[in-house]
């Protein structure tokens, strides 16, 4: 194939750029990164591949779309830079198809106008953008109410696409109700481990042993655990994913 006829099958198809960094995706994946619903909320197991999809999603709009401001919002600096790395990395074994003017740790600025930003999720640090035209959030069950507040606003005026992807958290906090009851204003995608093809039913046997069924359950079933059921407070859990409480070292 032609440099111009492999760019235009990327160009119009993003489930192509995935091949072309050699990934073939799942029926599901090729349907989130073609999906143009304005909310989409991801319910998939651990592993099953939404932070890629996501990343590749993301670099189809910044490369195909100029101007596009594209946010990528994690609950911790940590999960920003991995999922950051995700989105270089797409880029890189692309060929870079549109050159950068502005690389680091956390952000993509192309020629073309567009950017990429990877942001910690907190309610300061995200107020400082607007006009977004994606808007990902990842492990979303773990972002805060108020940083999801203060960032819908910045799709307003330019109408842009808001995807959350988790694995469920209890039954609590935004996405749930979003999943839960949300409407129909959501694309809902949900992918427990039985249906990815990369997870052996033995992995799965080994982590129920070690997990037990509350984690088990939401981190490859997609269910939602009963709060009031969770072996810890729920202040406990969240405890374990904040990187400014201190660990013991033994
Ligand atoms: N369609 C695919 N074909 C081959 N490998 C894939 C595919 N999708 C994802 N992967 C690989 O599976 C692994 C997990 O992907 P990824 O990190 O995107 O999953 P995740 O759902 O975000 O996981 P986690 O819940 O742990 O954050 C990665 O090594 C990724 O490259
Ligand atoms: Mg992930």
Same mark, same amino acid.
């Given at each position: 194939m032609s440099r111009l006829a492999v760019d235009m099958?990327?160009?119009l198809d993003p489930a192509a750029l995935a091949e072309d960094v050699g990934m073939l995706p799942d029926p599901w994946q090729a349907e989130v990164m073609r999906t143009a619903a304005l909310r989409v909320l991801l319910n998939c197991c651990r592993q099953s591949g939404k932070s890629t999809t996501c990343a590749l999603k993301a670099v189809h709009v910044a490369v195909y779309e100029p101007e596009s401001v594209i946010l990528l919002l994690s609950p911790s600096q940590r999960q920003s830079q991995e999922l950051f790395r995700k989105v270089l990395a797409v880029y890189k074994s692309l060929g870079r198809p549109v050159p950068s003017e502005g690389e680091n740790a956390l952000s993509l600025t192309l020629e073309?106008?567009?950017r990429v930003v990877s942001l910690p999720g907190t309610e300061s640090t995200v107020r400082a953008y607007s006009a977004v035209r994606l808007l990902i959030v990842d492990e979303a069950a773990r972002v805060p109410d108020d940083v999801i507040a203060a960032v819908?606003?910045?799709?307003?005026?330019? =109408? @842009?696409?808001l995807i959350a992807l988790s694995t469920p958290f209890g039954r609590r906090g935004w996405w749930?109700?979003?999943w839960e009851? =949300? @409407?129909k204003s959501w694309q809902r995608v949900r992918i427990p481990a039985t249906d990815c093809p990369r997870i052996s039913p033995d992995f799965l046997d080994e982590e129920r042993a070690a997990l037990g069924p509350w984690f088990f359950d939401q981190e490859y079933g997609c269910e939602f655990g009963d709060t009031e059921a969770a072996a810890f407070a729920s202040e406990d859990i969240a405890a374990m994913f904040?990187?400014?409480v201190k660990t013991w070292t033994v």
């Amino acid at each position: 194939m032609s440099r111009l006829a492999v760019d235009m099958r990327r160009a119009l198809d993003p489930a192509a750029l995935a091949e072309d960094v050699g990934m073939l995706p799942d029926p599901w994946q090729a349907e989130v990164m073609r999906t143009a619903a304005l909310r989409v909320l991801l319910n998939c197991c651990r592993q099953s591949g939404k932070s890629t999809t996501c990343a590749l999603k993301a670099v189809h709009v910044a490369v195909y779309e100029p101007e596009s401001v594209i946010l990528l919002l994690s609950p911790s600096q940590r999960q920003s830079q991995e999922l950051f790395r995700k989105v270089l990395a797409v880029y890189k074994s692309l060929g870079r198809p549109v050159p950068s003017e502005g690389e680091n740790a956390l952000s993509l600025t192309l020629e073309n106008g567009s950017r990429v930003v990877s942001l910690p999720g907190t309610e300061s640090t995200v107020r400082a953008y607007s006009a977004v035209r994606l808007l990902i959030v990842d492990e979303a069950a773990r972002v805060p109410d108020d940083v999801i507040a203060a960032v819908r606003p910045m799709l307003a005026v330019s =109408g @842009g696409q808001l995807i959350a992807l988790s694995t469920p958290f209890g039954r609590r906090g935004w996405w749930y109700e979003a999943w839960e009851h =949300g @409407g129909k204003s959501w694309q809902r995608v949900r992918i427990p481990a039985t249906d990815c093809p990369r997870i052996s039913p033995d992995f799965l046997d080994e982590e129920r042993a070690a997990l037990g069924p509350w984690f088990f359950d939401q981190e490859y079933g997609c269910e939602f655990g009963d709060t009031e059921a969770a072996a810890f407070a729920s202040e406990d859990i969240a405890a374990m994913f904040r990187e400014d409480v201190k660990t013991w070292t033994v």
